[in-house]
């Protein structure tokens, strides 16, 4: 199993940046798709996750309002729309899959993408 984000790069104060995470190899189905971020000397904070199934979706507030999270079935891909980003943005963010397995989640991990927010 496998996720590989792409779409990270430097963008100015107030610009946009659309991240993908593509999953493949999966045997069972994912159940969420979450994105996480971890900006220098912090610990990993969550962004956003949604439902695969479902579509329900969830947001840090620091993020509500400027980011959307969506994802396309047939390709099996999330996306995290970034609009009106901000310094405080600046991290790498990394895409995770949960698969319910008996009674908890498994989770598996992207290798990560950079996101710079910098004038």
């Known amino acids: 199993a496998q996720l590989v984000e792409s779409g990270g790069g430097l963008v100015q104060p107030g610009g946009s940046l659309r991240l993908s995470c593509a999953a493949s190899?999966?045997?069972?189905?994912?159940?969420?798709m979450n994105w996480v971020r971890q900006a220098p000397g912090k610990e990993r904070e969550f962004v956003a996750s949604?439902?695969?199934?479902?579509?329900?979706?969830y947001y840090t507030d620091s993020v509500k309002g400027r980011f959307t999270i969506s994802g396309d079935n047939a390709k099996n891909t999330v996306y995290l729309q970034m609009n009106n980003l901000k310094p405080e943005d600046t991290a790498v963010y990394y895409c995770?899959?949960?698969?319910?397995?008996?009674?908890?989640?498994?989770?598996?991990w992207g290798q990560g993408t950079q996101v710079t927010v910098s004038s």
């Open positions: 190899g999966f045997t069972t189905a994912i159940s969420y």
């Open positions: 995770k899959g949960q698969v319910l397995r008996g009674s908890g989640l498994v989770d598996y």
């Open positions: 949604m439902s695969w199934s479902g579509g329900s979706t």
